[in-house]
């Protein structure tokens, strides 16, 4: 248990019977009273921001949180399966802690993911992935007005809209927060 006033943004608490990750911390000393914290959490299950006024003595529940790096090895049903890079464990995470960005994930791919006493509870995969295109339609010569995009699928059956320039076989890189087309791969 630590004081209110130890707690710093970034740091995963149980709140409410729910872990919460810190966004913001601001200490008020009102003319009347004593000084407090109010305090802004993101829920990590449902990603709900809570507010909360703290007492500058009141006790809060820091939790011991250990990332990281994994690689991912498949998907088992509704579960990812990892391996630890240097114990060579397995574990099993939830999709659903990847959120959408799951769709780009790619054997052999490293991802971090956070442990609090031995159950996942969040999981990134890198910004930005490399992926070949498996199918595009040819260009039409003269279709060359600015900006125009093309449908493309991706290795992993992914619909991205591509320049026209880009073709069968290529690689391109690929925001996976966004799910644009950056550039092609070198």
Same mark, same amino acid.
């Not at 399966?81 to 990847?98: A, C, E, G, R, Y």
């Not at 780009?104 to 996942?120: D, T």
């Given at each position: 248990? +630590?004081?209110?006033?130890?707690?710093?943004?970034?740091?995963?608490?149980?709140? !409410?019977?729910?872990?919460?990750?810190?966004?913001?911390?601001?200490?008020?000393?009102?003319?009347?009273?004593?000084?407090?914290?109010?305090?802004? #959490?993101?829920?990590?299950?449902?990603?709900?921001?809570?507010?909360?006024?703290?007492?500058?003595?009141? $006790?809060?529940?820091?939790?011991?949180?250990?990332?990281?790096? #994994?690689?991912?090895?498949?998907?088992?049903?509704?579960?990812?399966?990892?391996?630890?890079?240097?114990?060579?464990?397995?574990?099993?995470?939830?999709?659903?802690?990847?959120?959408?960005?799951?769709?780009?994930?790619?054997?052999?791919? !490293?991802?971090?993911?956070?442990?609090?006493?031995?159950?996942?509870?969040? +999981? $990134?995969?890198?910004?930005?992935?490399?992926?070949?295109?498996?199918? +595009? /339609?040819?260009?039409?010569?003269?279709?060359?007005?600015?900006? +125009?995009?093309?449908?493309?699928?991706?290795?992993?059956?992914? /619909?991205?809209?591509?320049?026209?320039?880009?073709?069968?076989?290529?690689?391109?890189?690929?925001?996976?927060?966004?799910? /644009?087309?950056? /550039?092609?791969?070198?």
């Amino acid at each position: 248990m +630590a004081k209110a006033s130890e707690i710093k943004v970034g740091n995963i608490l149980r709140f !409410n019977g729910d872990l919460v990750t810190v966004t913001e911390v601001m200490h008020r000393t009102p003319g009347k009273g004593g000084a407090f914290y109010l305090d802004k #959490f993101r829920s990590i299950k449902t990603g709900k921001i809570v507010e909360a006024r703290l007492g500058t003595d009141e $006790q809060v529940e820091i939790c011991r949180v250990e990332t990281n790096d #994994f690689q991912y090895l498949y998907e088992d049903g509704s579960f990812m399966v990892i391996m630890d890079n240097t114990t060579f464990d397995q574990h099993n995470i939830p999709k659903s802690l990847f959120g959408p960005a799951v769709k780009f994930l790619k054997e052999g791919m !490293n991802v971090i993911v956070s442990f609090e006493s031995e159950e996942p509870i969040m +999981a $990134q995969i890198p910004n930005f992935v490399e992926l070949e295109i498996t199918y +595009a /339609e040819p260009a039409v010569k003269g279709d060359t007005s600015s900006g +125009a995009l093309k449908t493309a699928t991706t290795e992993n059956g992914i /619909e991205i809209k591509v320049p026209l320039f880009v073709n069968q076989g290529d690689k391109i890189k690929v925001d996976t927060r966004t799910g /644009e087309y950056i /550039e092609r791969a070198k």
